[in-house]
């Protein structure tokens, strides 16, 4: 199930885009007999452009992502 958050862009209007967290963080993979992980690895920051104008970016940080997980 996709969870989307809304995060607004640092250009000068600062629009609000809508970011599926599952585009940021991949599929999980699981491998039977494999060592074990301790959790997922996270981008510290991830930057897009803004869905709507040329000037801004949307800048997701792993606080967020953690939050809405």
Do not use: S, W
Request: net charge negative.
């Amino acid at each position: 199930m996709a969870k989307i958050i809304k995060v607004h862009c640092t250009g000068p209007e600062h629009h609000e885009n809508e970011i599926n967290l599952d585009d940021i963080i991949g599929d999980d993979v699981v491998i039977y007999g494999g060592p074990i992980a301790t959790g997922r690895d996270l981008p510290a920051r991830v930057v897009r452009r803004c869905e709507i104008c040329d000037q801004g970016k949307v800048i997701i940080t792993r606080e967020m992502i953690e939050e809405n997980l």
